[in-house]
């Protein structure tokens, strides 16, 4: 199983940019799911969870401003991300755990890099 994250780019302040996450692979259930970001010299950080049930959390910073969604048929996660400022600048990395030919496993995708201009 591999995570590929997409839909990273240039955004002005203000903006809106919707990520993507699909699995590829043999993946019978997907459990939990999530995003994360690590901006430049500081930790990675969650964003936001969504649970096998569907059930949502986020981190305080992006309430409000940010969705995430996943679509188990496409094998995909989403996160929306509106009202977008410079701090949000990031790598933001996708992760899940899956359930495959392997088991249970936690697997985290590549990254893709969003950027927010002033």
């Known amino acids: 199983v591999q995570l590929q994250a997409s839909g990273g780019g240039l955004v002005q302040a203000g903006g809106s940019l919707r990520l993507s996450c699909t699995a590829s692979g043999s993946v019978f259930r997907f459990n939990d799911m999530g995003w994360y970001r690590q901006a430049p010299g500081k930790q990675r950080e969650l964003v936001a969870r969504?649970?096998?049930?569907?059930?949502?959390n986020y981190a305080e910073f992006v309430e409000g401003r940010f969705t995430i969604s996943r679509d188990s048929a496409k094998k995909t996660m989403y996160l929306q991300m509106n009202s977008l400022n410079p701090e949000d600048t990031a790598v933001y990395y996708c992760?899940?755990?899956?359930?495959?030919?392997?088991?249970?496993?936690?697997?985290w995708g590549q990254g893709t890099q969003v950027t927010v201009s002033s």
């Open positions: 969504i649970t096998q049930g569907g059930m949502t």
């Open positions: 992760n899940a755990a899956i359930v495959g030919l392997a088991g249970r496993l936690n697997y």
